[in-house]
């Protein structure tokens, strides 16, 4: 069974940056798009940014130029380098991977950011 696991929440300042990680725990695991939502109490969970075996990026319009996505070589860890962020990026931020028709989600990890 995949899981995949967050980390690097954290409580920061307005304007610092912070950089989310996420691992697939399974050796066979070869996912073909890796991807980064978050989610504030109350609202749907919202894409924020992607990545492709290919290395093709998509991100959100409210982070584009702020947040980076990126992988390493063979998909089992991908990172959200998140620059310039503002109390509404506060969120907790969701993992998720798809491999063929398998969708995979991570328990989330918390970024809050003080005004």
């Known amino acids: 069974q995949v899981q995949l696991v967050e980390s690097g929440g954290d409580l920061v300042q307005a304007g610092e940056s912070l950089i989310l990680s996420c691992v697939g725990s399974v050796p066979s695991y070869n996912p073909s798009v890796m991807a980064w939502y978050r989610q504030v109490p109350g609202q749907e969970r919202d894409f924020i940014a992607g990545?492709?075996?290919?290395?093709?990026?998509k991100y959100a319009d409210c982070v584009k130029g702020r947040f980076t996505i990126s992988r390493d070589r063979r998909m089992r860890t991908v990172y959200l380098q998140m620059d310039s962020l503002t109390p509404e990026d506060a969120a907790v931020y969701y993992c998720?991977?798809?491999?063929?028709?398998?969708?995979?989600w991570g328990k989330g990890t918390r970024v809050n950011v003080s005004s």
């Open positions: 998720h991977a798809a491999q063929g028709t398998e969708q995979y």
């Open positions: 990545i492709y075996v290919n290395g093709l990026t």
